[in-house]
Protein backbone atom coordinates (compact mmCIF):
# COMPACT_ATOMS: atom_id res chain seq x y z
CA UNK A 1 0.00 0.00 0.00
CA UNK A 2 0.92 3.39 -0.95
CA UNK A 3 2.12 5.98 1.65
CA UNK A 4 -0.29 7.96 0.65
CA UNK A 5 -2.97 5.19 1.09
CA UNK A 6 -1.88 4.53 4.07
CA UNK A 7 -2.22 7.95 5.86
CA UNK A 8 -6.18 8.23 4.17
CA UNK A 9 -7.07 4.56 5.62
CA UNK A 10 -5.58 6.43 8.97
CA UNK A 11 -7.39 9.33 8.56
CA UNK A 12 -10.72 7.31 7.94
CA UNK A 13 -10.43 5.26 10.55
CA UNK A 14 -10.06 8.00 12.50
CA UNK A 15 -13.24 9.86 11.81
CA UNK A 16 -15.14 6.18 12.02
CA UNK A 17 -13.78 6.45 15.48
CA UNK A 18 -15.33 9.92 16.15
CA UNK A 19 -18.57 9.33 14.56
CA UNK A 20 -19.12 5.93 16.32
CA UNK A 21 -18.31 7.32 19.46
CA UNK A 22 -20.33 10.54 19.58
CA UNK A 23 -23.25 8.35 20.08
CA UNK A 24 -22.67 6.34 23.30
CA UNK A 25 -20.96 9.67 24.22
CA UNK A 26 -24.12 11.83 23.60
CA UNK A 27 -25.62 9.65 25.86
CA UNK A 28 -23.85 10.03 28.92
CA UNK A 29 -24.56 13.87 28.01
CA UNK A 30 -27.78 12.87 28.86
CA UNK A 31 -26.93 10.84 31.78
CA UNK A 32 -24.71 13.85 33.34
CA UNK A 33 -27.71 16.13 33.31
CA UNK A 34 -27.21 17.83 29.98
CA UNK A 35 -29.97 18.29 28.01
CA UNK A 36 -29.84 17.33 23.94
CA UNK A 37 -30.95 20.97 23.35
CA UNK A 38 -27.66 21.82 25.65
CA UNK A 39 -25.65 19.64 22.94
CA UNK A 40 -27.31 21.14 19.98
CA UNK A 41 -26.11 24.22 21.41
CA UNK A 42 -22.43 23.60 22.76
CA UNK A 43 -22.20 21.70 19.14
CA UNK A 44 -22.80 24.84 16.83
CA UNK A 45 -21.73 27.80 19.64
CA UNK A 46 -18.43 26.53 18.95
CA UNK A 47 -18.32 24.70 15.77
CA UNK A 48 -20.56 27.64 13.73
CA UNK A 49 -17.73 30.30 15.41
CA UNK A 50 -14.99 28.14 14.48
CA UNK A 51 -16.30 27.63 10.63
CA UNK A 52 -17.92 31.28 10.33
CA UNK A 53 -14.54 32.45 8.63
CA UNK A 54 -14.75 29.72 6.10
CA UNK A 55 -18.28 30.93 5.87
CA UNK A 56 -17.41 34.52 5.33
CA UNK A 57 -14.42 33.79 2.35
CA UNK A 58 -16.83 31.60 0.57
CA UNK A 59 -19.49 34.87 0.14
CA UNK A 60 -21.83 36.00 2.85
CA UNK A 61 -23.98 36.81 0.43
CA UNK A 62 -24.78 34.26 -1.56
CA UNK A 63 -24.78 31.54 1.51
CA UNK A 64 -21.04 30.64 0.48
CA UNK A 65 -22.31 30.21 -3.28
CA UNK A 66 -25.01 27.87 -2.50
CA UNK A 67 -27.92 30.21 -2.42
CA UNK A 68 -29.95 30.85 0.89
CA UNK A 69 -32.88 28.28 0.00
CA UNK A 70 -30.42 25.76 -0.55
CA UNK A 71 -28.27 26.51 2.49
CA UNK A 72 -31.02 26.50 4.33
CA UNK A 73 -32.25 22.88 3.11
CA UNK A 74 -28.90 21.74 4.28
CA UNK A 75 -29.30 22.90 7.56
CA UNK A 76 -32.30 21.41 8.00
CA UNK A 77 -30.95 18.02 7.43
CA UNK A 78 -27.38 18.24 8.88
CA UNK A 79 -27.71 20.95 11.24
CA UNK A 80 -29.77 21.81 14.73
CA UNK A 81 -32.82 20.02 13.75
CA UNK A 82 -31.16 16.78 12.75
CA UNK A 83 -29.04 16.92 15.92
CA UNK A 84 -31.75 17.58 18.32
CA UNK A 85 -33.68 14.46 16.92
CA UNK A 86 -30.72 12.11 16.90
CA UNK A 87 -29.70 13.52 20.98
CA UNK A 88 -33.20 13.20 21.83
CA UNK A 89 -33.46 10.02 20.62
CA UNK A 90 -30.31 8.80 22.66
CA UNK A 91 -32.04 10.21 25.86
CA UNK A 92 -34.55 7.25 25.29
CA UNK A 93 -32.90 4.55 24.01
CA UNK A 94 -29.03 3.08 24.03
CA UNK A 95 -26.81 4.06 22.12
CA UNK A 96 -26.26 0.89 19.86
CA UNK A 97 -29.45 1.43 18.43
CA UNK A 98 -28.61 4.77 17.27
CA UNK A 99 -25.23 3.83 16.17
CA UNK A 100 -27.18 1.32 13.78
CA UNK A 101 -30.77 2.48 13.06
CA UNK A 102 -29.21 5.89 11.83
CA UNK A 103 -25.83 4.46 9.13
CA UNK A 104 -29.12 2.08 8.27
CA UNK A 105 -31.51 4.56 7.23
CA UNK A 106 -28.81 6.83 5.67
CA UNK A 107 -27.39 3.87 3.32
CA UNK A 108 -31.15 3.09 2.60
CA UNK A 109 -32.15 6.71 1.48
CA UNK A 110 -28.83 6.44 -0.35
CA UNK A 111 -29.46 4.01 -2.45
CA UNK A 112 -33.30 5.30 -3.08
CA UNK A 113 -32.56 8.40 -3.55
CA UNK A 114 -29.79 7.93 -6.38
CA UNK A 115 -31.87 6.20 -8.07
CA UNK A 116 -34.25 9.07 -7.46
CA UNK A 117 -32.29 11.55 -8.07
CA UNK A 118 -29.62 11.01 -10.27
CA UNK A 119 -31.23 7.13 -12.43
CA UNK A 120 -28.26 5.07 -10.01
CA UNK A 121 -29.43 1.82 -10.62
CA UNK A 122 -28.43 -0.29 -7.50
CA UNK A 123 -26.65 -3.18 -8.09
CA UNK A 124 -27.47 -7.05 -6.93
CA UNK A 125 -25.06 -6.42 -3.96
CA UNK A 126 -26.65 -3.11 -3.05
CA UNK A 127 -29.99 -4.39 -3.26
CA UNK A 128 -29.35 -6.91 -1.25
CA UNK A 129 -27.59 -5.64 1.44
CA UNK A 130 -30.59 -2.80 1.54
CA UNK A 131 -32.71 -5.97 2.05
CA UNK A 132 -30.16 -7.06 5.33
CA UNK A 133 -30.30 -3.52 6.35
CA UNK A 134 -34.13 -3.44 6.79
CA UNK A 135 -34.02 -6.92 8.84
CA UNK A 136 -31.53 -5.57 10.95
CA UNK A 137 -33.93 -2.42 11.30
CA UNK A 138 -36.76 -4.28 11.95
CA UNK A 139 -34.75 -6.24 15.11
CA UNK A 140 -33.62 -3.47 16.23
CA UNK A 141 -37.55 -1.88 16.41
CA UNK A 142 -38.81 -5.31 17.72
CA UNK A 143 -35.84 -5.09 20.60
CA UNK A 144 -37.10 -1.53 21.08
CA UNK A 145 -40.80 -2.42 21.00
CA UNK A 146 -39.98 -5.03 24.21
CA UNK A 147 -38.21 -2.66 25.83
CA UNK A 148 -41.00 -0.75 26.24
CA UNK A 149 -42.75 2.97 24.47
CA UNK A 150 -39.59 5.28 25.42
CA UNK A 151 -37.27 2.70 24.09
CA UNK A 152 -39.55 2.82 20.72
CA UNK A 153 -39.58 6.13 20.84
CA UNK A 154 -36.04 6.70 20.67
CA UNK A 155 -35.86 4.64 18.10
CA UNK A 156 -38.33 6.43 15.65
CA UNK A 157 -36.31 9.62 16.05
CA UNK A 158 -33.06 7.57 14.97
CA UNK A 159 -35.07 6.99 11.92
CA UNK A 160 -36.22 10.40 11.25
CA UNK A 161 -32.59 11.23 12.34
CA UNK A 162 -31.34 8.67 9.23
CA UNK A 163 -33.61 10.40 7.39
CA UNK A 164 -32.56 14.07 7.45
CA UNK A 165 -29.15 12.47 7.52
CA UNK A 166 -29.36 10.85 4.29
CA UNK A 167 -30.70 12.99 1.86
CA UNK A 168 -28.00 15.38 3.05
CA UNK A 169 -25.21 14.11 0.53
CA UNK A 170 -27.53 13.68 -2.05
CA UNK A 171 -28.04 17.26 -2.53
CA UNK A 172 -24.36 18.09 -1.66
CA UNK A 173 -23.70 15.56 -4.98
CA UNK A 174 -26.75 17.31 -6.40
CA UNK A 175 -25.74 21.22 -5.89
CA UNK A 176 -22.00 20.00 -6.19
CA UNK A 177 -20.99 21.60 -2.48
CA UNK A 178 -17.33 20.60 -1.25
CA UNK A 179 -17.31 19.34 2.48
CA UNK A 180 -15.41 21.90 4.05
CA UNK A 181 -17.92 24.76 2.62
CA UNK A 182 -21.21 22.85 3.02
CA UNK A 183 -20.13 22.12 6.70
CA UNK A 184 -19.48 26.10 7.33
CA UNK A 185 -22.84 26.50 5.82
CA UNK A 186 -24.44 24.18 8.13
CA UNK A 187 -22.99 25.11 11.34
CA UNK A 188 -22.95 29.30 10.73
CA UNK A 189 -26.95 28.66 10.00
CA UNK A 190 -27.10 26.94 12.89
CA UNK A 191 -26.14 29.92 15.20
CA UNK A 192 -29.59 31.42 15.06
CA UNK A 193 -30.61 28.56 17.24
CA UNK A 194 -28.57 29.59 20.21
CA UNK A 195 -30.55 32.79 20.92
CA UNK A 196 -33.94 30.72 20.74
CA UNK A 197 -32.17 28.00 22.98
CA UNK A 198 -31.81 30.82 25.61
CA UNK A 199 -34.77 32.39 25.05
CA UNK A 200 -37.34 29.00 25.14
CA UNK A 201 -35.57 25.66 26.08
CA UNK A 202 -33.99 26.77 29.19
CA UNK A 203 -30.50 25.90 29.21
CA UNK A 204 -28.94 24.04 31.64
CA UNK A 205 -25.40 24.71 31.39
CA UNK A 206 -24.94 25.97 34.65
CA UNK A 207 -26.23 23.43 36.19
CA UNK A 208 -24.07 20.69 35.52
CA UNK A 209 -19.88 20.53 36.10
CA UNK A 210 -17.78 22.88 34.25
CA UNK A 211 -15.54 20.08 33.83
CA UNK A 212 -18.38 17.81 32.20
CA UNK A 213 -19.48 20.84 29.97
CA UNK A 214 -15.97 21.50 28.90
CA UNK A 215 -15.32 18.05 27.58
CA UNK A 216 -18.67 17.09 25.69
CA UNK A 217 -18.30 21.30 23.98
CA UNK A 218 -14.79 19.75 22.69
CA UNK A 219 -16.49 17.06 21.53
CA UNK A 220 -19.37 18.43 19.84
CA UNK A 221 -17.81 21.35 18.24
CA UNK A 222 -14.66 20.80 17.42
CA UNK A 223 -13.67 17.00 17.52
CA UNK A 224 -17.03 15.75 15.52
CA UNK A 225 -17.29 19.22 13.76
CA UNK A 226 -14.50 20.28 12.74
CA UNK A 227 -11.29 17.33 13.65
CA UNK A 228 -14.30 14.58 11.85
CA UNK A 229 -14.75 17.00 8.36
CA UNK A 230 -11.06 17.21 8.30
CA UNK A 231 -10.19 13.56 8.41
CA UNK A 232 -13.04 12.33 6.75
CA UNK A 233 -11.98 15.06 3.89
CA UNK A 234 -8.27 14.20 4.04
CA UNK A 235 -8.95 10.31 3.66
CA UNK A 236 -11.23 10.78 0.62
CA UNK A 237 -8.57 12.96 -1.01
CA UNK A 238 -6.05 10.65 -0.57
CA UNK A 239 -8.16 6.98 -1.67
CA UNK A 240 -10.96 8.72 -3.56
CA UNK A 241 -14.66 9.01 -2.82
CA UNK A 242 -15.45 5.10 -3.85
CA UNK A 243 -12.63 3.43 -1.87
CA UNK A 244 -13.45 5.79 1.01
CA UNK A 245 -17.42 4.67 1.08
CA UNK A 246 -15.80 1.57 2.05
CA UNK A 247 -15.43 2.63 5.90
CA UNK A 248 -18.73 3.98 7.26
CA UNK A 249 -20.15 0.41 7.85
CA UNK A 250 -17.88 0.64 10.97
CA UNK A 251 -19.57 3.24 12.45
CA UNK A 252 -22.48 1.05 14.16
CA UNK A 253 -19.68 -1.37 15.10
CA UNK A 254 -17.98 1.05 16.91
CA UNK A 255 -20.65 3.26 18.23
CA UNK A 256 -21.81 -0.45 20.01
CA UNK A 257 -18.62 -1.62 21.03
CA UNK A 258 -18.12 1.75 22.40
CA UNK A 259 -21.05 1.98 24.50
CA UNK A 260 -19.86 -0.92 26.18
CA UNK A 261 -17.27 0.29 28.30
CA UNK A 262 -18.45 4.28 28.42
CA UNK A 263 -22.09 3.52 29.45
CA UNK A 264 -22.12 -0.46 30.29
CA UNK A 265 -24.99 -0.70 27.67
CA UNK A 266 -24.19 -4.12 26.69
CA UNK A 267 -26.73 -5.13 23.62
CA UNK A 268 -29.13 -7.87 24.60
CA UNK A 269 -29.70 -11.07 21.29
CA UNK A 270 -31.90 -9.42 19.12
CA UNK A 271 -30.32 -5.78 19.12
CA UNK A 272 -27.27 -8.17 18.90
CA UNK A 273 -28.57 -10.01 15.85
CA UNK A 274 -29.79 -6.50 14.43
CA UNK A 275 -26.37 -4.61 14.72
CA UNK A 276 -25.01 -7.66 13.24
CA UNK A 277 -27.66 -7.18 10.03
CA UNK A 278 -27.14 -3.86 9.51
CA UNK A 279 -23.14 -4.27 9.28
CA UNK A 280 -23.55 -7.55 7.49
CA UNK A 281 -25.92 -5.57 4.88
CA UNK A 282 -23.61 -2.25 4.70
CA UNK A 283 -20.61 -3.94 4.21
CA UNK A 284 -22.57 -6.14 1.39
CA UNK A 285 -23.65 -3.20 -0.01
CA UNK A 286 -19.85 -1.64 -0.30
CA UNK A 287 -18.07 -4.64 -0.90
CA UNK A 288 -20.11 -7.07 -2.60
CA UNK A 289 -18.35 -6.92 -5.66
CA UNK A 290 -14.86 -6.68 -4.40
CA UNK A 291 -15.69 -10.06 -2.05
CA UNK A 292 -16.91 -12.15 -4.93
CA UNK A 293 -14.17 -11.61 -7.59
CA UNK A 294 -11.80 -12.41 -4.18
CA UNK A 295 -13.88 -15.77 -3.36
CA UNK A 296 -13.69 -16.52 -7.58
CA UNK A 297 -9.88 -15.71 -7.53
CA UNK A 298 -9.15 -18.36 -4.84
Known amino acids: MQVSARWGVLAMMGAVVIYGANFPLSRLATQQGLSPADLVALRYAIGGAVLLPVFLRA ?17 IMSGAPMALLMNTGLKFAPAGHGAALAPG ?22 LAGVTVVLGGLACIAAAGTASGPTVLLGDLLFVLN ?5 FYPLLLQRWQVGGMVSTSIVSVLSLPYIPLYLA ?48 PPLIPVFGTLLAIPI ?14 LIVS ?7 GAQLTAWLRGR
Do not use: K
Not at 65 to 75: N, T
Not at 105 to 126: D, E, H, K, N
Open 281 to 287: GLVLAAF
Open 200 to 247: FLHPGLMQVDPWIVAFHAVNQGLVNIVLGLWLWATAVRLLGAARAQRF
Open 105 to 126: TVTVVGIVGSYLLFRVRPSAYA
Open 162 to 166: GLLWG
Open 59 to 75: GAATCAGVGWGRGIALA
Open 263 to 276: LGEIPGPVQALGVG
